[in-house]
């Protein structure tokens, strides 16, 4: 929009609340705890971070989120993918009932799927007493409420991607003399590739933050299944705000590194493929 | 489109998608309603009608009504200076905009403990002349208008971008005043665009957890929210109660999911 006058009026008007909304709100608390972080010494930063505690409750959140992202990567494909190609009875409830959980509160969520995958649960009657397989209450469980979170980011990511895909290269792959597992494996999942990573990756960043849908499945044992989340909280409701504070700090770090170094080996992996052409 | 793939395939496929689909997501749904009203109807309604209960509810109205009306009046404004005009820090304001989504509601509640905790910024100013903002109405209001701070803007800046600005140029051109132009041009044309915002936005606010349970202090009657009343049910073990608290939210969500269907076809036709 190069255009040389504007003759629309209320810029003034709009950016002025739009910046006094968005400083109070957002700049003013995020100054807030960049002030409180940059306040540790690093010695503080040490003790707190090497605490058994908070190291066993980091792991344990990076570890069942990346898990579950993974789940979400291969469930959320196999979803769009029936979705997007094959026509059955119910096609379009299914693909509202994908949005599910954007739409359930985190709360209704956890409780939810704690009595569903109890002992006594009507799936975790299955799988507890038949299987042997405890959900609930153990870190599966995280596992199993992370995936939930995550779900509709892969296969919203996914479905207009599958939905625009040239048919004529999978038809070239099948006249070729291509099976279908090659056609899927060889020509239609390097094209679904960056966006099943974009997905997956927006999954492992929700998971990471998660809260609400965790802390009633999780059991909420110290070192055992105490995420890192309800740890800051833990920590606030003692009072010690520098504990949480690092904590959450160190989260969003480590989180962050995660999802650079996903991009930096996905960008050499294309710039690699694109040496090869 | 081409399925080359054999029928039995095709039909373990949607089996397994289906199973996948309902173990992790359609079944929670279900039992929350059939949990909700598994002591029939009279129970439910003595659940959803129990004085804290609806003292929970109230409060978590009152909360969505200044944070919902803010971030609409707000989101407008920013959603038409970020759509129609380039100006510089434009880049810098989406970023901050889209912030909120992007952080953990924990952290999201800890920045305003931060702020106005006894050890905050403001917590010994605020003491001194005893106003009370963590663990009271403020603050769940605060913590609300952050987490669900981005949805309406987010909706009508895409919505503003594809219209294009030529309709509005007309009105101005042909003597429109600002206001005209905004309750006859632009506000008619965002119509649908709004009220999927707004829905959007009321939604998250009455269900938001986790910023919330951060602020509150879980004061009974007093800062406990629906959701937070439905943590405390829970835990109390009263859980037929629970889940009927937990029906009401999840009619809110399914609501903004039928209202996503509808607005989001009217949208589509309207372009």
């Not at chain 1, 002992?119 to 799936?123: F, I, K, R, V």
């Not at chain 2, 309604?45 to 804290?52: G, K, Q, S, Y």
């Not at chain 2, 987490?147 to 309406?152: E, F, G, I, K």
């Given at each position: 929009m190069s255009r040389p006058h504007n003759p629309l009026p209320g810029l003034s008007l709009s950016l002025g609340v739009t910046w006094v909304w968005l400083g109070l709100l957002v700049v003013v608390p995020i100054?807030?705890?960049?002030?409180?972080?940059?306040?540790?010494?690093?010695?503080?930063?040490?003790?707190?971070?090497?605490?058994?505690?908070?190291?066993?409750s980091v792991r344990l959140s990076l570890g069942a989120s990346a898990l579950a992202a993974l789940i979400d990567g291969v469930l959320g494909l196999l979803l769009a993918w029936v979705l997007v190609r094959y026509p059955f009875p119910g096609r379009s409830l299914a693909d509202a009932a994908?949005?599910?959980?954007?739409?359930?509160?985190?709360?209704?969520?956890?409780?939810?799927?704690t009595a569903l995958y109890a002992?006594?649960?009507?799936?975790g009657r299955i799988l507890q007493g038949q299987l042997g397989l405890k959900v609930a209450f153990a870190p599966a469980g995280i596992v199993l409420a992370l995936t939930f979170v995550g779900l509709p980011f892969v296969v919203r990511t996914l479905q207009p991607i599958l939905k625009g895909l040239d048919p004529e290269l999978e038809q070239a792959a099948v006249c070729l003399g291509a099976t279908p597992a090659q056609t899927f494996w060889r020509v239609t999942l390097p094209q679904l590739r960056p966006a099943l990573l974009t997905g997956t990756?927006?999954?492992?960043?929700?998971?990471?933050?998660?809260?609400?849908?965790?802390?009633?499945?999780?059991?909420?044992?110290?070192?055992?299944?105490?995420?890192?989340?309800?740890?800051?909280?833990t920590r606030l409701e003692q009072y010690d705000y520098l504990g949480a504070t690092a904590i959450a700090c160190w989260l969003l770090l480590l989180a962050t590194t995660v999802l650079v170094l996903v991009n930096w080996l996905q960008n050499r992996r294309n710039s690699l493929a694109g040496q090869h052409v | 489109?081409?399925?080359?793939?054999?029928?039995?395939?095709?039909?373990?496929?949607?089996?397994?998608?289906?199973?996948?689909?309902?173990?992790?997501?359609?079944?929670?749904?279900?039992?929350?309603?059939?949990?909700?009203?598994?002591?029939?109807?009279?129970?439910?309604?003595?659940?959803?009608?129990?004085?804290?209960?609806?003292?929970?509810?109230?409060?978590?109205?009152?909360v969505a009504a200044v944070a919902v009306p803010l971030n609409t009046v707000a989101g407008l404004a920013a959603a038409w200076a970020l759509a129609r005009f380039r100006f510089r820090g434009r880049g810098l304001l989406l970023t901050l905009l889209d912030l909120p989504l992007s952080i953990s509601p924990v952290v999201s509640g800890l920045l305003f403990v931060l702020l106005f905790g006894a050890q905050g910024w403001l917590g010994p100013w605020l003491q001194e002349r005893d106003i009370q903002v963590l663990f009271a109405f403020p603050g769940l209001v605060l913590a609300t208008t952050f987490?669900?701070?981005?949805?309406?803007a987010r909706?009508?800046?895409?919505?503003?971008?594809?219209?294009?600005?030529?309709?509005?140029?007309?009105?101005?051109?042909?003597?429109?005043?600002?206001?005209?132009?905004?309750?006859?041009?632009?506000l008619p044309r965002l119509r649908w665009g709004l009220v999927y915002g707004v829905i959007l936005c009321t939604a998250r606010a009455l269900g938001e957890f986790g910023a919330v349970s951060v602020v509150s202090g879980h004061i009974r009657g007093e800062t406990c929210t629906l959701p937070l009343h439905i943590e405390v049910l829970h835990s109390e073990y009263h859980f037929q109660a629970a889940f009927a608290a937990a029906s009401l939210l999840s009619l809110v969500g399914l609501l903004g999911l039928l209202a996503r269907r509808v607005v989001g076809a009217r949208i589509g036709k309207a372009h």
């Open positions: 100054a807030a705890l960049i002030a409180k972080t940059a306040g540790l010494s690093a010695g503080q930063w040490f003790d707190i971070l090497s605490d058994p505690r908070v190291i066993s994908v949005d599910l959980p954007f739409a359930l509160p985190t709360a209704v969520a956890g409780i939810a799927l002992y006594d649960g009507w799936l990756t927006m999954a492992f960043a929700r998971a990471v933050g998660e809260y609400g849908s965790v802390v009633f499945i999780s059991g909420n044992l110290p070192g055992k299944t105490e995420i890192a989340p309800l740890l800051i909280v | 489109m081409p399925t080359p793939e054999p029928k039995l395939l095709r039909w373990t496929l949607i089996g397994l998608a289906l199973l996948g689909l309902a173990a992790l997501v359609v079944l929670p749904l279900l039992l929350v309603l059939i949990e909700a009203f598994s002591e029939g109807w009279p129970a439910w309604r003595e659940a959803v009608t129990d004085e804290e209960t609806l003292s929970a509810i109230r409060l978590s109205l009152a987490v669900t701070l981005p949805l309406v909706e009508l800046l895409p919505l503003l971008e594809a219209l294009g600005p030529e309709e509005e140029i007309a009105a101005i051109t042909l003597g429109a005043s600002p206001w005209q132009l905004l309750w006859q041009v632009v």
